[in-house]
């Protein structure tokens, strides 16, 4: 691939763009969130408490009180590690686009956004390349494949590192793993061939309403060349690595306070393919914290239900749910960072 593609900034004189969706105003914005929190605690406790009554309350308590304390401090580091390398990578991408923005003003941005992965499909991180269009004036079409890629390199990242051990820990469970694998391939393949890419959006531009913002998805199709083209793509998989890798070693410290002995190795496989499989639902809510709940039991040496169940909620806690309280905070500035008089685009 090549990252010397231009990209349509403007349409002809005379004509008319189409435009993409318009996202809701930053104060929908932050009333839509509150209702995603209500659902998404509201989930959580019913979650939490159903498996406490199953496990017994009594163990899981005991488990809590037996806990480590400071080796939450490290698990709690490591996942702020994880959101800056994370923040960086977006940065870097909008940088690769051509978009200037300050690094205070994209912090507070890549922050809002950590809030929205409550949202149903993950749909609320839109806020992010909308905000920077109020901030610079770039389309969206332009910095839509910025969170494209950024999301798409976490997921490379989970899938390599559950991949090392899936065959040693949950052979049965391989397919996971290895058919989004070959999903991912296979789409970074199709991008890499510009001739036929455009000849699947042409397709796609003769059906009705897609017809309206063809021009749209070619713009974001050359974009897309841009973030995934080799040096972007192999900067910010290592990237991903090393934070989701940060945050695995941050479920191995839980597990080491509950004086539990787990290899690095093994933590890895939970905590990535946890990750992985809960990646359909909102935060993962219900899927990544079934797996952190039942697969530990089988495979960490000293772990008893009570603590399996409780080492689930603490790195819950250290990664899910302080990325809300960040993106809540962050949630709170989207006002200013976006001024009504900008127009659409």
């Not at 349509?8 to 914005?29: F, I, N, V």
């Not at 605690?41 to 498996?51: D, M, S």
């Not at 923040?87 to 940088?95: C, E, N, P, V």
């Amino acid at each position: 691939m090549t990252d010397d593609l231009p990209y349509p900034m403007s349409s002809r004189p005379g004509e008319e763009r189409p435009s993409l969706p318009e996202p809701p105003s930053g104060q929908d914005l932050v009333q839509r969130f509150r209702r995603w929190l209500a659902w998404g605690i509201a989930l959580a406790v019913l979650l939490y408490v159903g498996f406490s009554v199953w496990v017994g309350v009594s163990e899981v308590s005991d488990a809590l009180r037996r806990f480590a304390w400071l080796y939450y401090i490290p698990a709690v580091l490591l996942t702020l590690l994880n959101y800056a390398l994370r923040f960086w990578k977006w940065h870097y991408l909008l940088g690769r686009l051509g978009v200037k923005i300050p690094w205070r003003e994209d912090a507070q941005i890549f922050g809002s956004g950590l809030a929205m992965v409550l949202s149903p499909g993950k749909v609320g991180e839109l806020l992010k390349p909308w905000l920077v269009r109020e901030r610079t004036g770039a389309p969206m079409a332009q910095t839509i494949p910025a969170l494209i890629t950024e999301r798409l390199t976490d997921g490379i990242a989970a899938l390599v590192l559950a991949a090392i051990s899936v065959g040693t820990y949950a052979g049965d469970q391989a397919s996971y793993v290895f058919v989004p694998i070959a999903l991912t391939v296979g789409g970074l393949i199709v991008l890499s061939s510009r001739t036929l890419s455009m000849g699947i959006l042409r397709g796609m531009g003769r059906l009705p309403l897609v017809d309206r913002v063809a021009s749209r998805l070619i713009e974001m199709y050359t974009a897309m060349r841009i973030c995934v083209a080799p040096v972007p793509l192999v900067v910010t998989v290592l990237v991903s690595m090393v934070a989701w890798g940060g945050e695995c070693v941050g479920y191995w410290c839980v597990l080491k306070g509950f004086g539990a002995s787990p290899s690095l190795d093994v933590a890895t496989f939970l905590y990535a393919f946890a990750t992985v499989t809960g990646g359909a639902s909102p935060g993962g809510l219900g899927i990544a914290d079934g797996v952190l709940v039942e697969l530990p039991k089988r495979l960490v040496e000293g772990l008893d239900p009570g603590s399996a169940l409780a080492s689930a909620l603490l790195i819950r806690l250290a990664t899910l749910w302080l990325g809300v309280v960040i993106g809540a905070v962050a949630l709170l500035g989207v006002g200013k960072l976006a001024p009504a008089s900008r127009p659409v685009s």
